[in-house]
């Protein structure tokens, strides 16, 4: 039986949690664009058009994502799946601001 020194067991958590702090900021970084996109999509096309745009947009780029996820799973392509992801959330965010 191994036991752990606490200040180990606290370290990894640390780390853990530094992790996923990290990877949240980065994807909710992606709204920021976003919204400014779809305010300006919005006024020139129209709210419709703009909502119409995103869904349709948002719809094609999950299909894409649902069939590269056995590629986007790995751990070598995981700055791709947060830029796809990232895409979608600043969609959901700017095209559909109404």
Do not use: K
């Not at 992606?30 to 745009?53: E, K, N, Q, T």
């Amino acid at each position: 039986m191994v036991r752990h020194e606490p200040s180990t067991a606290l370290s990894s958590l640390s780390n853990l949690m530094l992790l996923l702090l990290f990877r949240n900021t980065v994807i909710n970084l992606f709204y920021i664009p976003g919204a400014f996109v779809g305010a300006f999509l919005s006024d020139w096309i129209g709210p419709r058009y703009c909502l119409a745009l995103g869904v349709a947009l948002q719809g094609i780029i999950g299909f894409i994502m649902a069939g590269l996820y056995s590629r986007l799973d790995t751990s070598n392509h995981v700055a791709g799946f947060v830029v796809v992801y990232g895409y979608v959330a600043s969609n959901y965010r700017g095209m559909t601001p109404n």
